[in-house]
């Protein structure tokens, strides 16, 4: 492992302004994924700036009934609050159907949302990637593209040697379900403060694959804040995934049914969480019946590009996602006929 | 790059300078002699290496020392108290729980840290129902012990030795 400079500052403001004029700085919260990138060589930092305990750890009320989420809260802390399991069981659902207890005990609130692609070729410094080394090339494309994405990238196998080319996915579900409830980050940086919707946080690869939110170096999220949804909304999270327990999505889904309104996000599908907006347009004030709910995933779905690879690549995901968003919102009309 | 730290671990207060680097793990085992927590992957992903951090079980693989400074470290080797065994220990002794040992430490630090989020009804994907009491059922335990491997694939006599230590008849 590289040498590095630690510190602890007394304040958020002043961890801020430390990353700001140091380009080799880097945060470090739960450490559950900067630690494993740091022994694998994925982060060479220079300075790690420690903000564990510089930010709320709280979760509090908000003046129009929705949680404020401290970024220093841990995911069990999340998944515990009474708040949360009964506002909000799709945030709670995706934070159990990730990693393990002891991680999520870790794991913080601002760090989840901003972990980094499982893909195993970001992961392998030995390898071409352009999210690790801008400009060196995609090893994924036409190699192991199982856990890769399918909405967001240009064609079926892109070049690899183009400096823009990711098939990367974000492997977080606590941002899927984020993405669904239209959560609002609160982010301190060195111009000050700003709140930026959960939605625009993550960013598809465009030119610059090593960027994977829209966040400036040295601006730190502070905390998550969740809206109120109406009474009588019903939400949840479903992840398929290659074991039972303690595996990445290879499809996730979060739903919320809110009277009229229906929402949707995907996690596995794309550089970010994917916002099913097309499909929500069709399903918005009509009947969520089988039938429309796959008609509107079709729609979703007719720009994806299924990417080939070793086992047979990832075509799988096209009619997986959309059997799930089925059974998602079919066990949701259930639970409220009952 | 070094950095003093001060650390209690196993109720025994420690004062060290240690590399940046270091992890909570490597700390325990190479600076302190503490082998109970043991080094399987170091990736966070086989949980041989957990500890109670502060009361939670936590991966030390995965914890910078230097980020911990102040913090109470429970390891396996720490949890008897007065010659008598933790019942974690004890329910692993009865069950037979074990078969090379390797994943034990991990798997008893584990135990006891779920056995108190259980108490405090916290739930897991396993639990039907997010917001009742959980139930020490086999596919509570599974669930909540799924960041411990056993290569010996012990499973079948961890999961009752969870359940008798948190009082249930497996």
């Known amino acids: 492992m590289k040498p590095f400079a630690y510190t602890r500052p007394g304040s958020a403001a002043e961890a801020v302004r430390e990353v700001a004029v140091e380009p080799g700085a880097v945060f470090l919260a739960g450490g559950t994924n900067l630690v494993d990138h740091l022994k694998l060589g994925v982060a060479r930092p220079d300075l790690v700036v420690d903000v564990r305990t510089l930010t709320s750890r709280e979760i509090t009320d908000l003046p129009d009934g929705g949680l404020r989420l401290g970024a220093a809260s841990t995911n069990s802390e999340v998944t515990a609050d009474r708040r949360v399991r009964e506002r909000y069981p799709v945030l709670a659902q995706a934070l159990l159907a990730g990693a393990t207890g002891q991680l999520r005990n870790a794991a913080t609130t601002g760090g989840n949302p901003l972990q980094r692609t499982r893909c195993v070729y970001f992961q392998d410094v030995t390898t071409r990637c352009n999210k690790r080394e801008p400009g060196s090339g995609c090893s994924a494309v036409g190699g192991y593209t199982r856990y890769h994405a399918v909405l967001g990238v240009g064609s079926a196998m892109p070049d690899p040697t183009a400096p823009e080319t990711c098939i990367a996915t974000h492997p977080s579900d606590m941002a899927v379900a984020l993405t669904a409830l239209d959560a609002q980050v609160q982010v301190l940086g060195p111009a000050g403060e700003r709140t930026i919707p959960f939605g625009e946080l993550h960013r598809l690869p465009g030119d610059h694959p090593s960027r994977d939110t829209v966040l400036e170096h040295g601006e730190l999220i502070t905390a998550v804040d969740l809206p109120p949804l109406p009474s009588g909304a019903r939400s949840a999270y479903r992840k398929v995934r290659d074991r039972a327990s303690y595996a990445f999505a290879l499809v996730s889904v979060a739903a919320v049914v809110a009277g009229e309104d229906v929402r949707i996000a995907l996690g596995g599908m794309a550089h970010r969480p994917w916002r099913a907006t097309r499909a929500e347009a069709l399903l918005t004030g009509g009947p969520l019946t089988e039938h429309a709910v796959a008609h509107a995933m079709e729609v979703e779905l007719t720009a994806a590009q299924p990417q080939p690879g070793l086992e047979g690549g990832n075509g799988f995901k096209i009619p997986l996602a959309t059997r799930t968003v089925v059974a998602t919102l079919r066990d949701l009309t259930a639970e409220a006929l009952r | ?170």
């Not at chain 2, 500890?51 to 949890?79: I, K, N, Q």
């Not at chain 2, 916290?122 to 009491?133: Q, Y």
Request: proline letters at 5%; glycine letters at 10%.
């Open chain 2, 1 to 170: 790059m070094d950095a003093e730290i001060s650390l209690t671990v196993d109720g025994v207060p420690r004062r060290l300078t240690v590399d940046t680097r270091t992890t909570l793990l490597d700390l325990l085992r190479e600076r302190l002699g503490n082998t109970s927590p043991k080094k399987g992957c170091d990736h966070g992903q086989c949980g041989a290496c957990t500890v109670l951090l502060d009361g939670e079980r936590a991966l030390s693989c995965l914890a910078l020392a230097v980020a911990h400074d102040g913090a109470e470290v429970t390891t396996a080797d720490g949890l008897a108290t007065e010659g008598e065994l933790h019942p974690v220990q004890q329910a692993f002794l009865d069950r037979d729980a074990f078969q090379c040992g390797y994943c034990t430490p991990g798997q008893i630090c584990s135990a006891v840290g779920l056995l108190r989020e259980v108490d405090r009804g916290w739930p897991s994907h396993a639990s039907a129902d997010l917001t009742a009491d959980p139930q020490l059922t086999a596919a509570e335990v599974a669930e909540r012990m799924s960041g411990n491997l056993c290569r010996c694939a012990a499973y079948a006599h961890i999961v009752p030795a969870v359940q008798q230590a948190g009082g249930v008849q497996p």
